[in-house]
């Protein structure tokens, strides 16, 4: 008896492989990283710690720490090519392409498969701090700042882009957001980066698969969506009609609703909360943004709440990268940096037992067909 075959679309409900980087306990609303709380990680550690506990999946001793510094931040410093790709392209493409483009050439040459590579894993994520910053810098106008060895990670990046230290309250709120999107699981881009990793692809060009992948509205994309959103809807008067609108077109709220999250997403409880504390320091576009979002988030959730679509980390988190001076469109290029994080931690631990990732289709076409010569065809 032949057994009928299960078709999971979009792979919903199904496990690909095993993990200890993070569990998402979408019951309770709490996500761990390698069984820390991320709300206490937000509290109490800083994303620098956070990439430790990512490729060793524990915090590091004090001695350890610093080693692991010295090498982040030494390999922050960008090399000549890096600088001028940049220069050539910043204006002429969007800054989550030249991330790709800048990633795919540092992996020039190199070949996968090293579950131990500790070093390119903690390059990578260096450089593409830089390179986000930079590139800003450039779009503005100015040019590469080296990257200072007493600052720390969330600090160089403001400082590459401004030019300036930032304020302790910004670099503060940036660590937070760096921490928050760290990790999260096998999201689109964490499974197209394992996808190109399982071919031995090397290390950067599985990245860049990430990358390409985080850029889609639906996933990365979201962040910058729901502040357009946001933006384009006007006005908090203008909020019911909107969203009655677009349901009733079938259409997607940005910054609502998650694959594996049928509560509140806890990320964003914890964006919500940081947000509550600069209410004071908001300009009048961000100020607008953010009771408009709020409006959202009561009259969305009035519509939706009931099918287990909530706000997810997207809806809030643009406001505090607005906060703290990013450009509008920054903010899927800083997911992707923090998610480097979460995506080499992947890919090293995925290599430890390497597997292809080749998944079969279910045939529905017409068999067999016979050819037919051109010339013997009639019709359209
Ligand atoms: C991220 O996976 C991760 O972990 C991702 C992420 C991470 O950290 O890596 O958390 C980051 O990507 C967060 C999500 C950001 N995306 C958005 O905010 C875009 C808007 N959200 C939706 O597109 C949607 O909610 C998804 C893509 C996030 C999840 O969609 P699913 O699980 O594929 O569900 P679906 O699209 O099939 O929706 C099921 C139903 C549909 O209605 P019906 O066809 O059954 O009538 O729910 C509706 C959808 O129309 N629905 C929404 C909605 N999300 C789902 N309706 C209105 N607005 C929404 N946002």
New binding site residues.
């Given amino acids: 008896m032949v057994q009928p075959i299960s078709v999971f679309k979009?792979l919903?409900g199904v496990y690909v492989t095993e993990s200890a980087l993070s569990l998402?306990d979408s019951e309770n609303g709490v996500l761990y990283y390698a069984g820390y709380d991320v709300k206490e990680l937000v509290e109490r550690s800083s994303f620098e710690e956070v990439v430790f506990l990512m490729l060793h999946q524990r915090l590091p001793t004090s001695s350890e720490f610093t080693e692991f510094l010295k090498l982040l931040r030494r390999s922050q410093e960008l090399e000549p090519i890096h600088i001028e790709t940049i220069r050539k392209y910043a204006g002429v493409t969007d800054i989550l392409s030249l991330l790709a483009m800048l990633i795919v050439l540092e992996g020039r040459g190199k070949i996968g498969g090293n579950s131990n590579d500790f070093n390119a894993a903690v390059n990578a994520v260096a450089k593409m701090g830089s390179f986000f910053s930079t590139i800003i810098r450039v779009r503005y106008g100015g040019d590469y700042i080296p990257p200072r060895r007493d600052l720390s990670f969330p600090e160089n990046l403001l400082y590459m882009m401004n030019g300036e230290v930032p304020s302790r309250e910004h670099a503060d709120v940036l660590d937070d957001l760096l921490i928050l999107?760290a990790?999260?699981?096998?999201?689109?881009?964490?499974f197209a980066s394992l996808v190109a990793a399982s071919t031995l692809s090397d290390l950067y060009s599985s990245i860049a698969a990430g990358i390409l992948a985080?850029k889609g509205?639906?996933?990365?994309?979201?962040?910058e969506?729901?502040y357009a959103q946001a933006l384009s809807i006007g006005s908090v008067e203008k909020v019911p009609e909107w969203v009655q609108l677009?349901?009733s077109e079938?259409?997607?709220?940005?910054?609502?609703?998650?694959?594996?999250?049928k509560i509140y997403?806890p990320?964003a409880t914890i964006v919500k909360n940081i947000i509550a504390r600069f209410m004071g320091s908001m300009n009048s576009e961000v100020k607008k943004v953010y009771e408009i979002t709020r409006a959202l988030e009561e009259y969305?959730e009035k519509?939706?709440a009931s099918?287990?679509?909530y706000p997810?980390?997207?809806?809030w988190t643009p406001i505090l990268y607005r906060m703290i001076g990013l450009p509008a469109d920054s903010f899927t290029a800083l997911?992707a940096v923090s998610?480097t994080a979460?995506w080499v931690a992947h890919i090293l631990e995925y290599w430890r037992e390497n597997k292809l990732i080749r998944p079969l289709h279910l045939y529905v076409g017409e068999r067999p067909r016979k050819y037919i010569p051109l010339e013997l065809r009639t019709g359209s």
């Fill in positions: 979009g919903e998402i999107h990790e999260h699981g096998i999201p689109a881009s964490t985080l509205p639906l996933h990365g994309g979201a962040s969506a729901s677009t349901l079938k259409k997607k709220i940005m910054g609502f609703g998650h694959r594996v999250y997403d990320r969305g519509y939706l099918r287990g679509i997810n980390v997207d809806l997911f998610r979460g």
